[in-house]
């Protein structure tokens, strides 16, 4: 269930709170008291990368958020045994997988589900007999849309970076080209009954046309929260979103 008035749940990302914290070694900040602030806050789930190379969340996060949260987590991780294993000790509400690459600085594209079908239908399989709900992180693409589908998703979670990106660089022709592809494709996999979340990137010059979609109900938002929070505290950041996802869907 949603906090907000409308179906648009917000996830809040606190992987960063965990960058800050390993970026000195120690237990502060703590990213567990930051997803329960969230939560106090309006996050109606708390979202958690945990990496292979655990540049950020570390196991011990994912043991620790797994016992301390009321709000679904929504476990991100990449297709590996080893994450598997662990998502199937956890058993999390929500599994969403990415792809993963060593030397990029955050999830840069979408997953190529058409080329690793039957892989992935055999990877997600015993996570959706665990009760996880299975979610693919995906670019607007017909072709990722409809093996995700096909392999037995029951999310697909659009990557809103190149939007965002292209709004940062003033690009906004590509921008609004990013924007109608996502628009389009949000219809699509909601058409096929797949539920539509969405998430990278946003900030508050960039949710609200995401947000307007009427077929995503939920949006990811992690790095650009943590960040605002330095100014204006987590609570007061969240609000903020939730005032801006509001304001879209009236
Ligand atoms: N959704 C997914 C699948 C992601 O991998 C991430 C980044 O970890 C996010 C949402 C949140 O992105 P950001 O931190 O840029 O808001």
Do not use: W
């Amino acid at each position: 269930m949603s906090k907000s008035s409308s179906n648009l749940r917000l996830g809040v990302n606190i992987d960063h709170v965990a960058t800050v914290r390993n970026a000195r070694g120690g237990d502060t900040p703590d990213p567990v008291r930051a997803a329960l602030l969230a939560e106090q806050g309006g996050a109606d789930g708390i979202t958690a990368h945990l990496r292979e190379d655990r540049r950020h969340i570390s196991d011990k996060d994912i043991d620790a958020l797994m016992d301390a949260l009321s709000v679904p987590l929504n476990f991100e991780m990449a297709a590996t045994d080893e994450m598997q294993r662990i998502a199937l000790r956890h058993k999390p509400h929500a599994v969403c997988i990415v792809p993963e690459k060593r030397e990029e600085r955050t999830t840069e594209g979408g997953l190529e589900v058409a080329r690793e079908e039957n892989q992935l239908a055999h990877f997600i399989a015993p996570l959706r007999e665990a009760g996880c709900r299975v979610s693919i992180f995906i670019a607007a693409d017909p072709r990722q849309i409809d093996a995700a589908h096909r392999i037995g998703a029951q999310v697909i979670e659009l990557h809103t970076g190149a939007y965002c990106d292209a709004h940062a660089e003033g690009d906004f022709a590509t921008r609004d080209a990013e924007l109608a592809k996502m628009r389009e494709m949000a219809t699509y996999a909601h058409d096929l009954g797949l539920e539509v979340h969405a998430g990278h990137g946003l900030t508050y010059d960039t949710v609200q046309p995401v947000a307007a979609f009427p077929e995503v109900r939920e949006l990811n938002i992690g790095h650009f929260l943590i960040g605002e929070a330095i100014f204006r505290g987590l609570p007061a950041a969240i609000a903020e979103m939730r005032r801006l996802m509001e304001e879209a869907r009236a």
